[in-house]
């Protein structure tokens, strides 16, 4: 297998998609990916392909594990509750430019549901 690091390294030389593109993170963030694999897997059922469908679908559960076992790791060390605590979440960016003004980096407002913020 490869090294994630050295990937997102070599691949943020390209300077349209920069360093900092391919960081590692809790899942894939974005409704964009999600929807295009959820489309993969719809495509796949229609070819009747179940066991690709299976993979791809796969590829999203996981991804809402991992949310959901990040969450409970914060919660797990803050003694299994945020009540009364003060957290700061980080990294929220919001393009007005959109017409339904969308904001980005999904992964924190799901996992901040999670949370029950």
């Known amino acids: 297998g490869a090294d994630v690091t ?4 070599a691949i943020g030389q390209d ?12 899942g894939f963030g974005g409704s964009c990916f999600q929807k295009d694999v959820l489309n993969l897997v719809y495509l796949c059922e229609a070819l009747n392909l179940p066991q690709v ?7 999203v559960d996981m991804n ?29 960016a919001f393009k007005k430019v959109w017409s339904f003004g969308n904001v980005l980096c999904e992964e924190k407002i799901i996992v901040m549901s999670i949370m029950r913020f």
């Not at 050295?6 to 390294?9: I, R, Y």
């Not at 949310?67 to 957290?87: E, G, M, Q, W, Y």
Request: proline share 0%; aromatic share 14%; charged share 20%.
């Open 53 to 59: 469908a299976a993979y791809w679908q796969q590829v």
């Open 64 to 92: 809402h594990y991992q949310r959901r076992r990040f969450a409970n790791r914060i919660i797990a060390s803050l003694f299994n509750t945020v009540t009364d605590k003060k957290i700061a979440i980080l990294g929220f």
């Open 15 to 26: 300077s349209r998609i920069g360093g900092k593109f391919l960081q590692a993170s809790v």
């Open 6 to 9: 050295e990937v997102a390294h």
